[in-house]
């Protein structure tokens, strides 16, 4: 049953029905507070009333910061994702109730996001506050609307497509420049990357503990996808571990300063558009045109199928002129 009553120049709508919870409501309007009562009661006639009282007092600040603390601290991506967190908690669309949170505050932070940024970047700014809303919505027991507000936008189309790999030539111009480099481990790291395809992250928490000399293997722990990868060892990568066999770990350096060296290793040399990353496309690629199976390359390189190892390999057109002319060719008599 629905209560209206005047309370400092408001009208007060108390409703009391068996099996919901009582919902408070005020109105400056008389006839505005009559026809939420007459809603209410008929909804929950209906049964169809969806109590989001408890939502109406929680901003989307809060729930990015319960998610950042509860959340992103248990994933491989802790750092990216922890800045991406940190910048919407203080972005104004962060003061907005997860009732009042709308489609088109959404729309108006990616325009505003993408006149600076990487349309795959703008994407990655609205799936942590679609996430974060599912995540309140089914585990934190906060009452929401079913139509998350994400969903209602377009995202941008990404294009973040690579065919970037060296050239013979390129990656002997690369090794000299390495070896001049102030950082005297460059050269090794970057022959470990462009041998192995292993990535950035797991060279560098490689131990010698995780290296079998004997079998010729090297396993890397916990890696991107959550599981542990074994590989065969290269004569050229052994000879290079062998070189660093004290110590806990094999490179001792951090990522950022690796970056920063091969950034300049590659400027000396006039290497343009290729990251360290790019490496691990070298090695995909370079199997692939050496006669390796799919099967066998992801064996290397990690991947779980072939969609995912499509992104790193860049074969092109003119590296098969060689292999379409011995297809199909029949000798002709006479």
């Known amino acids: 049953m629905a209560y209206i009553r005047v309370k400092r120049g408001k009208f007060k709508v108390e409703i009391n029905k068996k099996g919901y919870p009582r919902v408070f409501k005020s109105f400056l309007k008389i006839k505005d507070a009559k026809k939420f009562a007459k809603e209410v009661e008929s909804q929950m006639e209906r049964q169809v009333f969806e109590d989001y009282s408890g939502a109406r007092g929680i901003t989307l600040k809060e729930i ?9 601290v248990n994933k491989k991506g802790i750092r990216e994702e922890t800045s991406t967190i940190n910048f919407l908690i203080k972005h104004k669309i962060s003061l907005n109730s997860l009732m009042r949170l709308k489609s088109h505050h959404i729309h108006k932070l990616m325009n505003e996001l993408g006149a600076t940024r990487k349309p795959s970047t703008v994407k990655k700014y609205v799936v942590i506050i679609s996430h974060a809303w599912r995540v309140a919505r089914k585990e934190w027991g906060i009452n929401l609307p079913a139509e998350n507000p994400c969903d209602m936008v377009t995202l941008p189309k990404v294009n973040d497509a690579r065919d970037r790999i060296l050239s013979k030539s390129e990656y002997v111009l690369l090794l000299e420049s390495c070896k001049n480099s102030h950082l005297n481990i460059l050269e090794d790291i970057v022959v470990f990357a462009y041998s192995t395809g292993a990535r950035q992250g797991e060279i560098l928490r490689l131990t010698q503990n995780n290296i079998d000399y004997e079998k010729k293997l090297i396993t890397f722990l916990d890696t991107k996808n959550g599981q542990d990868r074994t590989i065969p060892a290269p ?39 290729f990251r360290f990353h790019d490496l691990r496309a070298c090695f995909c690629t370079n199997a692939l045109l050496n006669g390796w199976s799919i099967a066998e390359v992801s064996t290397v390189s990690g991947h779980k199928d072939w969609s995912q190892l499509k992104r790193y390999t860049r074969i092109k057109p003119t590296d098969l002129l060689d292999k379409i002319n011995k297809v199909n060719v029949v000798k002709l008599s006479g």
């Open 64 to 72: 990015l910061i319960k998610y950042r603390d509860k959340k992103t």
């Open 235 to 273: 004569d050229n990568v052994l000879k290079i571990l062998r070189k660093y066999r004290f110590g806990k770990k094999v490179f001792n350096i951090v990522a950022r300063r690796l970056r920063k060296h091969f950034k300049i290793a590659c400027i000396k040399v006039g290497i343009t558009d």
